[in-house]
């Protein structure tokens, strides 16, 4: 008598190897998404110090004096927040004081202003660090 089909053996053989490659598949493509959204926070954090930075920059250039609040939830230049989608922690030197979050700086631009500020989201940061001086 010939056989014509797989066993049952046969089967069971062929889906266990399939799950198998199936899940290491899976397993594979999702390190993958885990490791792709873990780089997009980090750059747009960086993205908003890099934003954040050159408004700064700009304001100390161009005016001879500006108002600077970093509270929690916001960073705020001349009344106008400047962004607000993230948590802030600041430490800015101005006039030889120290501020923190929280506390409205009126930054006289003939004077250096350093800041430390770090943006954060989850459990991603990103430390922004400059300090701003005009040139004599």
Do not use: C
């Amino acid at each position: 008598m010939k056989n014509h089909g797989f066993s049952l053996i046969e089967v069971l053989a062929a889906l266990a190897l399939t799950s198998m490659a199936l899940g290491l598949v899976f397993s594979i493509w999702h390190s993958g998404v885990k490791q792709g959204n873990g780089n997009k926070s980090e750059v747009l954090l960086q993205q908003e110090a890099q934003i954040i930075a050159e408004t700064l920059r700009n304001a100390h250039l161009m005016s001879s004096s500006y108002k600077l609040n970093v509270d929690e939830d916001k960073v705020v230049l001349d009344n106008k927040v400047l962004s607000g989608r993230f948590n802030y922690q600041a430490e800015i030197t101005h006039q030889e004081t120290l501020y923190g979050n929280s506390e409205e700086i009126l930054v006289n631009t003939r004077k250096p202003v350093s800041i430390k500020l770090v943006i954060s989201s989850g459990d991603k940061s990103y430390t922004l660090r400059t300090t701003l001086a005009r040139g004599t």
